[in-house]
């Protein structure tokens, strides 16, 4: 047994163990307890609520790998799909063509990256501390969006653009395929690019890292404005599938991305984690949802587990390590 | 006077920021600059100023809490219900019942923080999911509007009318307040405990190898912002005169902020009591001016967000690097001499 | 004073963890007022021993411990404490957001009468003690205001309030200046005439022979012996430590047919150094040395692009360069490895293998994408070439021990093919066993043409190990010595005036 779980480790490394554990235990508790769970609608429902969620965990993942936070996620997302919906209102609104929506996620890509960056340069020019910086943009871009809808909603977009939303392609949901794309992305950047491995730097010693050679301010506003870009694609998502722009739209979800981070292996620190685990922990996350919906349960059950679920995999981990550490003593 | 600004930067420069901001509205609106008007915002800002003085214990050893005012949410709803058991109560055994589950709360976060070893930010964003899960979940999102007379009904210490007809009201809430303000400060700067907090919170290591009971350190920090919880949450059911069970939600990370602002560090080993109210009252300030100057409302939290958004970055950039005069002169072969 | 009863005494002490013996049978003895000295190699044992005084640790059955000539069954750090023992740690365990008086006067701060803090007390006992060692400081100044020096006697102030009759220093003197370093020599030496003992663990051995009385040291958990200061040398001292002899010679030699590499003329930053000028030429090993404050480090730094100079030129290969940041620095063939290994030098949680590539990662892309064969391929080529001992090169780097640690800092900055390599005090926290074999791969490198400047503030080290040797006193350029033509006393005379 011991052997196997290191094998496993060694193949898929040591931070994978917490959520696949986690994946097996949802899949065994929901498919002896809801007897329709492996169905085509558990995994439709998973398949199409996924992205929101995910979209918004991969903006808040690359942050956390800094040693950073951006708790401006959520309000970035729909300031960015505020902008994509003017720029269709102002081209036809319900008539806009396909070019105007090209020109739209360009203005919503726009939008997210600049709040980004201006949030990078305040974080890597002033140095002080990204949970201030990023709440204090939150706070500021929540009013910001709220000043400009006035609290009401944007809607009245053409047909088309409810197939990104919910539509599929080669049986897969459009919004699945944006995000697994992004997940590649994210994934290609931590492993193989400079700035990826530059930003784990910067989360371990970031005057290590400045040492060697490495431009800690370049990484810290790139990281944010990526996050930015991220926040956008999860604000177009949004406004696809809610067919409308509300300033507040996945608000719930911000302190859910960060969770997923932190099961998905993601080191609270920073230096360290890993984009596979952080995904199969999304995953997990979605199941027991869905899951729990089934068996007639409303979200918030599922809020008190996923946060259940997160005490669990961490007292695991804590006592894990002490009871190596005590067995190597003796 | 150079040693106080030193060891007071951030309370010195909310002062100054605060004389500034409030002489300009002065000017700008002649209702600003009045008695009612200081004690209205006084009234806004007490379950606010509540919440800060707890979250400062936390923040002062080192730790961070997410879940106060979900926690305060479930405070607002057992307390109540409870009191409906016992026949409606009083205020004694409001107090009581509130602070009594609020400290409970606050020590689930201790356990976990201390005996489970999760970091505190991670342990207090779980525990925010799981009371506001679920208190949704068995609520069901219903709220609570018959609540206990003598709840819902205003207690003024001190009234008097004003010469141009408005009101100074000193309301139980702000009597509240000014009682947790008082014990707090008491707490962290009278008491061996309140020592034994910062020096956790400032050298965890240190204060260990001097024997300091780091488990006590985590029940006691906690404890307090979860017992100021529960205060606030029966603060705010009596001001509001309902119980609506997502009212507190979203309050925390305004707190944190303007917690912050008011000098408490992130990490641990510094804060005080007047640089928290002061924080709070800062963002209550602007408000309250910007609504007296027409403002629309839609626009205060954007011009609150800028305000302490700009406030953070100049407190980073350190007061004695923007005031010479305050920069020390060290000689490069500083010995003692 | 030897016929004095000692004031500490142990006998066969063994402590074993997870299997390794960490003290073997070893005895340790303190008279009271004396200052003993407490040496030896990192792991030797130095701190299980003042762990085991201080009841930190418990060790195996058969030990013996007199304090004050009663035996001490079980001693614990409380009763440490009540006996009169203090440890001021290497990190001094201060409160930086706490005034001078709280931190002094900690111990009545946390044990006030009804649970309230006595201020007056705590104020009482800071100036008590600091009179005791007759300084003034301002009690109400934050901490963290003060400079290092001063936080050092904040500490030992704070150990005189224990009514301490016995004082363990670890390390103290590690980030003083010399200056600073003499004031605390002067101080312990007030302790010691009011007859509280004073155990010094350091590893400069120079101001250890100038202030110990007597020297116990340590080799792999076992007593080598105790002996006398009067009359030991620091190559004995070594020798004693490390249970070799290492026998130096003079490595310099000529270098004036070789082309220049770096020019620097008339380099000044305001208040760190002024007029710098010097010559590097190719394979050349040019040393630096003076007092910790002479502004070595910043030169360094203005060197490697992290500090700009405010006047002054640098030239690499008859070409004037000026550098916005070290990236311009590296860019130009410059390399600087950093005298804080643990906080800026390596980065200690992450890899091996990430650590070496760190400033080389330009190299080791293929189509703009890190290449992970070739960064293997890197790994594996410097861990051989410098002899690096490894488990895999995706252990955390702070696994390794410091020589090895140091090893890889270096082959971090050969990988990025620099022309001039500035080594800042590259043998801090690496075993004296182990620092031969820095220098070793020091000397094969300029053999193999790279210049290299060193700089260290033991004067041994650039002695045997330089070509020239520029003497720095207070950010100004004092001579250019040969050391083929002086002894190493006159240089260490010169250094230490």
């Given at each position: 047994?011991?052997?196997l779980?290191q094998?496993?480790?060694?193949?898929?490394?040591a931070?994978?163990?917490?959520?696949?554990?986690?994946?097996?235990?949802?899949?065994v508790?929901?498919?002896?307890?809801?007897?329709?769970?492996?169905?085509?609608?558990?995994?439709?429902?998973?398949?199409?609520q996924?992205?929101?969620?995910?979209?918004?965990?991969?903006a808040?993942l690359?942050?956390?790998?800094?040693?950073g936070?951006?708790?401006?996620?959520?309000?970035?997302?729909?300031?960015?799909?505020?902008?994509?919906?003017?720029?269709?209102?102002?081209?036809?609104?319900?008539d806009?063509?396909?070019?105007?929506?090209?020109?739209?996620?360009?203005a919503?890509?726009?939008t997210?990256?600049?709040?980004?960056?201006?949030?990078?340069?305040?974080?890597?020019?002033t140095?002080?501390?990204p949970?201030?910086?990023t709440?204090?943009?939150?706070?500021?871009?929540?009013g910001?969006g709220?000043?400009?809808t006035?609290?009401g909603?944007?809607?009245?977009f053409?047909?088309?653009?409810?197939?990104i939303?919910?539509?599929s392609?080669?049986?897969?949901?459009?919004?699945?395929?944006?995000?697994?794309?992004?997940?590649?992305?994210?994934?290609?950047?931590?492993?193989?690019f400079?700035?990826?491995?530059?930003?784990?730097m910067?989360?371990?010693?970031i005057?290590?890292?400045?040492?060697?050679?490495l431009?800690?301010?370049?990484?810290?506003?790139?990281?944010?404005?990526?996050?930015?870009?991220?926040?956008?694609?999860?604000?177009?998502?949004?406004?696809?599938?809610?067919?409308?722009?509300r300033?507040?739209?996945?608000?719930?979800?911000?302190?859910?991305?960060?969770?997923?981070?932190?099961?998905?292996?993601?080191?609270?620190?920073?230096?360290?984690?890993?984009?596979?685990?952080?995904?199969?922990?999304l995953?997990v996350?979605?199941?027991?949802?869905?899951?729990?919906?089934?068996?007639?349960a409303?979200q918030?059950l599922?809020?008190?587990?996923?946060?259940?679920?997160?005490?669990?995999v961490?007292?695991?981990r804590?006592?894990?390590?002490?009871?190596?550490?005590?067995?190597?003593?003796? | 006077?150079?040693?106080?600004?030193?060891?007071?930067?951030?309370?010195?420069?909310l002062?100054?920021?605060?004389l500034?901001?409030?002489?300009?509205?002065?000017?700008?609106?002649?209702?600003?600059?009045?008695l009612?008007?200081?004690?209205?915002?006084?009234?806004?800002?007490?379950?606010?100023?509540?919440?800060?003085?707890?979250?400062?214990?936390?923040?002062?050893s080192?730790?961070?809490?997410?879940?106060?005012?979900?926690?305060?949410?479930?405070?607002?709803?057992?307390?109540?219900?409870?009191?409906g058991?016992?026949?409606?109560?009083?205020?004694?055994?409001?107090?009581?019942?509130?602070?009594?589950?609020?400290?409970?709360?606050?020590?689930?976060?201790?356990?976990l923080?201390?005996?489970?070893?999760i970091?505190?930010?991670?342990?207090?964003?779980?525990?925010?999911?799981?009371?506001?899960?679920?208190?949704?979940?068995?609520?069901?999102?219903?709220?609570?509007?018959?609540?206990?007379?003598w709840?819902?009904?205003?207690?003024?210490?001190?009234?008097?009318e004003?010469?141009?007809?408005?009101?100074?009201e000193?309301?139980?809430?702000?009597?509240?307040?000014?009682?947790?303000?008082?014990?707090?400060?008491f707490l962290?700067?009278?008491?061996?405990?309140?020592r034994?907090?910062?020096?956790?919170?400032?050298?965890?290591e240190?204060?260990r190898?001097?024997g300091?009971?780091i488990?006590?350190?985590?029940?006691?920090?906690?404890?307090?912002?979860?017992?100021?919880?529960?205060?606030?949450?029966?603060?705010?059911?009596?001001?509001?005169?309902?119980?609506?069970?997502?009212?507190?939600?979203?309050?925390?990370?305004?707190?944190?902020?303007?917690?912050?602002?008011?000098?408490?560090?992130?990490?641990?080993?510094?804060?005080?009591?007047?640089?928290?109210?002061?924080?709070?009252?800062?963002?209550?300030?602007?408000?309250n001016?910007?609504?007296?100057?027409?403002?629309?409302?839609?626009?205060?939290?954007m011009i609150?967000?800028?305000i302490?958004?700009?406030?953070?970055?100049?407190?980073?950039?350190?007061?004695d690097?923007?005031?010479?005069?305050?920069?020390?002169?060290r000689?490069?072969?500083?010995?003692?001499? | 004073?030897?016929s004095?009863?000692?004031?500490?005494?142990?006998?066969?002490?063994?402590?074993?963890?997870?299997?390794?013996?960490?003290?073997?049978?070893?005895?340790?003895?303190?008279?009271?007022?004396?200052?003993?000295?407490?040496?030896?190699?990192?792991?030797c044992?130095?701190?299980?021993?003042?762990k085991?005084?201080?009841g930190?640790?418990?060790?195996?059955?058969?030990?013996?411990?007199?304090?004050?000539?009663?035996?001490?069954?079980?001693?614990?750090?409380t009763?440490?404490?009540?006996l009169?023992?203090?440890?001021?740690?290497q990190?001094?365990?201060?409160?930086?957001?706490?005034?001078?008086?709280?931190n002094?006067?900690?111990?009545?701060?946390?044990?006030?009468r009804?649970?309230?803090?006595?201020?007056?007390?705590?104020?009482?006992?800071?100036?008590?003690?600091?009179?005791?060692l007759g300084?003034?400081l301002?009690?109400?100044?934050?901490?963290?205001?003060?400079?290092i020096a001063?936080?050092?006697?904040?500490?030992?102030?704070?150990?005189?309030?224990?009514?301490?009759?016995?004082?363990?220093?670890?390390?103290?003197?590690a980030?003083?200046?010399?200056?600073?370093?003499?004031?605390?020599?002067?101080?312990?030496?007030?302790?010691s005439?009011?007859?509280?003992?004073v155990?010094?663990?350091?590893?400069?051995?120079?101001?250890?022979?100038?202030?110990?009385?007597?020297?116990?040291?340590?080799r792999d958990?076992?007593?080598v012996?105790v002996?006398?200061?009067?009359?030991?040398?620091?190559?004995?001292?070594t020798e004693?430590?490390?249970?070799?002899?290492?026998?130096?010679?003079?490595?310099?030699?000529?270098?004036?047919?070789?082309?220049?590499?770096?020019?620097?003329?008339?380099?000044s930053?305001?208040?760190?150094?002024?007029?710098?000028?010097?010559?590097?030429?190719?394979?050349?090993?040019?040393?630096?040395t003076?007092?910790?404050?002479?502004?070595?480090?910043?030169?360094?730094l203005?060197?490697?692009?992290?500090?700009?100079?405010?006047?002054?030129?640098?030239?690499?290969?008859?070409?004037?360069?000026r550098?916005?940041?070290?990236?311009d620095?590296?860019?130009?063939?410059v390399?600087?490895?950093?005298?804080?290994?643990?906080?800026?030098g390596?980065?200690?949680?992450?890899?091996?293998?990430?650590?070496?590539?760190?400033?080389?990662?330009?190299?080791?892309l293929?189509?703009?994408?890190?290449?992970?064969?070739?960064k293997?391929?890197?790994?594996r080529?410097?861990?051989?070439a410098?002899?690096?001992?490894i488990?895999?090169?995706?252990?955390?780097?702070?696994?390794?021990?410091?020589?090895?640690?140091?090893?890889?800092?270096?082959?971090?900055?050969?990988?990025t093919?620099?022309?001039?390599?500035?080594?800042?005090?590259?043998?801090?926290?690496?075993?004296?066993?182990?620092?031969?074999?820095?220098?070793?791969?020091?000397?094969?490198?300029?053999?193999?043409?790279l210049?290299?400047?060193?700089?260290?503030?033991?004067?041994?080290?650039?002695?045997?190990?330089?070509?020239?040797?520029?003497?720095?006193?207070?950010?100004?350029?004092?001579?250019?010595?040969?050391?083929?033509r002086?002894?190493?006393?006159?240089?260490e005379?010169?250094?230490?005036?």
């Amino acid at each position: 047994m011991n052997s196997l779980i290191q094998r496993l480790n060694a193949t898929l490394g040591a931070d994978m163990a917490g959520p696949l554990f986690a994946l097996v235990a949802v899949l065994v508790i929901f498919g002896i307890g809801a007897d329709n769970f492996f169905s085509a609608a558990t995994f439709g429902s998973v398949a199409f609520q996924l992205p929101e969620l995910g979209l918004l965990t991969l903006a808040m993942l690359l942050p956390l790998l800094t040693g950073g936070i951006n708790l401006a996620v959520t309000f970035t997302a729909n300031l960015a799909g505020l902008a994509a919906a003017w720029v269709l209102q102002a081209h036809g609104g319900a008539d806009a063509s396909g070019g105007a929506f090209a020109l739209a996620a360009v203005a919503a890509l726009a939008t997210g990256g600049l709040a980004g960056m201006m949030t990078g340069v305040l974080i890597a020019y002033t140095r002080a501390h990204p949970i201030l910086v990023t709440l204090s943009m939150m706070i500021f871009l929540r009013g910001l969006g709220e000043f400009l809808t006035r609290g009401g909603d944007v809607s009245g977009f053409p047909a088309f653009i409810a197939t990104i939303g919910h539509g599929s392609l080669l049986g897969l949901p459009v919004p699945l395929l944006i995000f697994l794309a992004c997940v590649g992305l994210w994934h290609l950047l931590l492993t193989r690019f400079k700035l990826g491995f530059g930003l784990l730097m910067i989360g371990s010693n970031i005057e290590a890292a400045r040492y060697s050679g490495l431009d800690t301010r370049r990484i810290l506003v790139l990281v944010y404005t990526l996050s930015g870009l991220m926040c956008a694609v999860a604000g177009l998502i949004m406004l696809a599938r809610f067919n409308s722009v509300r300033v507040g739209h996945g608000e719930s979800y911000l302190l859910i991305t960060v969770l997923a981070a932190f099961l998905g292996g993601i080191n609270p620190f920073g230096g360290f984690g890993r984009v596979l685990p952080v995904f199969v922990a999304l995953i997990v996350l979605q199941l027991l949802s869905s899951g729990l919906n089934l068996m007639g349960a409303n979200q918030h059950l599922a809020t008190a587990l996923w946060g259940v679920l997160m005490v669990v995999v961490m007292a695991a981990r804590t006592i894990s390590t002490s009871f190596a550490k005590s067995r190597k003593k003796t | 006077m150079r040693r106080f600004v030193l060891a007071h930067t951030t309370e010195v420069a909310l002062i100054v920021v605060m004389l500034v901001l409030s002489a300009g509205l002065s000017l700008a609106t002649d209702r600003f600059l009045t008695l009612s008007n200081a004690f209205d915002v006084l009234n806004v800002s007490a379950v606010n100023i509540i919440f800060a003085v707890g979250l400062l214990v936390v923040l002062i050893s080192g730790g961070i809490d997410i879940s106060f005012a979900v926690a305060a949410s479930v405070v607002q709803y057992l307390a109540v219900l409870a009191l409906g058991v016992v026949g409606g109560g009083n205020w004694a055994l409001g107090f009581l019942i509130a602070g009594a589950i609020g400290l409970g709360l606050g020590f689930v976060n201790a356990f976990l923080v201390y005996r489970l070893s999760i970091i505190s930010i991670v342990a207090t964003i779980s525990t925010f999911n799981i009371f506001f899960g679920l208190l949704m979940f068995f609520t069901k999102g219903v709220s609570i509007y018959n609540l206990p007379d003598w709840l819902t009904t205003r207690v003024v210490f001190y009234e008097r009318e004003m010469a141009d007809g408005s009101w100074v009201e000193l309301t139980l809430p702000v009597v509240v307040m000014l009682i947790c303000c008082g014990a707090t400060w008491f707490l962290i700067s009278r008491t061996t405990t309140g020592r034994k907090l910062y020096a956790f919170g400032d050298n965890p290591e240190g204060a260990r190898r001097f024997g300091i009971n780091i488990g006590a350190m985590h029940y006691i920090s906690f404890g307090w912002l979860g017992l100021m919880a529960g205060i606030a949450g029966l603060m705010q059911a009596h001001y509001a005169e309902e119980v609506v069970p997502n009212a507190l939600y979203g309050r925390e990370l305004d707190v944190l902020a303007a917690t912050v602002l008011g000098g408490a560090r992130l990490g641990g080993g510094k804060g005080s009591v007047i640089g928290c109210v002061l924080g709070v009252l800062m963002v209550s300030i602007t408000q309250n001016g910007l609504n007296l100057m027409g403002v629309s409302p839609f626009a205060f939290k954007m011009i609150v967000g800028a305000i302490i958004l700009v406030a953070i970055t100049l407190s980073s950039a350190r007061l004695d690097k923007l005031l010479p005069a305050f920069a020390r002169a060290r000689p490069r072969t500083g010995g003692p001499r | 004073m030897a016929s004095e009863p000692p004031l500490l005494s142990l006998r066969n002490i063994n402590v074993t963890f997870g299997g390794v013996r960490a003290l073997k049978g070893v005895s340790f003895e303190v008279r009271p007022g004396e200052v003993h000295c407490l040496a030896g190699e990192n792991g030797c044992g130095k701190s299980t021993l003042i762990k085991v005084i201080t009841g930190v640790y418990r060790p195996e059955a058969g030990a013996e411990l007199w304090f004050d000539g009663k035996p001490v069954a079980a001693m614990t750090p409380t009763l440490a404490q009540s006996l009169g023992i203090q440890v001021i740690w290497q990190d001094l365990a201060l409160f930086g957001e706490m005034t001078v008086a709280e931190n002094i006067g900690f111990q009545h701060a946390v044990n006030g009468r009804f649970g309230l803090v006595n201020r007056h007390a705590v104020q009482a006992a800071a100036e008590r003690a600091l009179a005791k060692l007759g300084v003034t400081l301002d009690l109400h100044m934050p901490l963290k205001e003060l400079p290092i020096a001063q936080r050092q006697i904040v500490a030992i102030a704070r150990a005189l309030v224990g009514e301490a009759r016995l004082v363990f220093m670890d390390e103290p003197t590690a980030s003083l200046t010399q200056s600073e370093t003499d004031y605390l020599i002067e101080i312990v030496r007030t302790l010691s005439a009011s007859g509280v003992a004073v155990v010094f663990v350091s590893h400069r051995l120079a101001e250890v022979l100038e202030i110990s009385d007597r020297m116990t040291v340590l080799r792999d958990g076992e007593l080598v012996g105790v002996f006398p200061v009067e009359g030991l040398t620091q190559s004995r001292v070594t020798e004693l430590m490390t249970g070799r002899n290492f026998d130096n010679a003079v490595i310099a030699s000529d270098h004036d047919d070789q082309p220049v590499v770096l020019s620097v003329r008339n380099l000044s930053r305001h208040r760190e150094f002024e007029n710098i000028s010097f010559d590097l030429r190719r394979g050349e090993t040019l040393g630096i040395t003076g007092l910790l404050g002479a502004g070595r480090t910043e030169l360094a730094l203005t060197l490697f692009g992290m500090k700009p100079a405010h006047s002054g030129g640098i030239e690499i290969e008859g070409r004037p360069v000026r550098f916005a940041s070290n990236r311009d620095a590296i860019r130009e063939g410059v390399a600087y490895l950093s005298e804080d290994r643990l906080s800026l030098g390596l980065n200690q949680p992450q890899s091996i293998a990430d650590n070496l590539v760190m400033a080389s990662l330009d190299r080791i892309l293929s189509g703009g994408l890190i290449s992970l064969t070739r960064k293997a391929d890197v790994v594996r080529r410097w861990i051989a070439a410098l002899g690096v001992k490894i488990g895999t090169p995706d252990d955390p780097i702070r696994t390794l021990s410091g020589g090895n640690q140091q090893r890889v800092a270096i082959a971090k900055w050969l990988a990025t093919d620099p022309r001039i390599l500035i080594l800042d005090a590259p043998t801090v926290g690496v075993d004296v066993g182990a620092r031969a074999g820095i220098f070793d791969i020091v000397r094969k490198l300029s053999a193999e043409g790279l210049s290299i400047i060193l700089i260290s503030d033991e004067p041994p080290e650039v002695y045997f190990n330089a070509d020239r040797i520029i003497h720095m006193v207070e950010g100004r350029i004092r001579a250019i010595y040969d050391p083929r033509r002086m002894s190493l006393t006159d240089l260490e005379a010169a250094v230490y005036a």
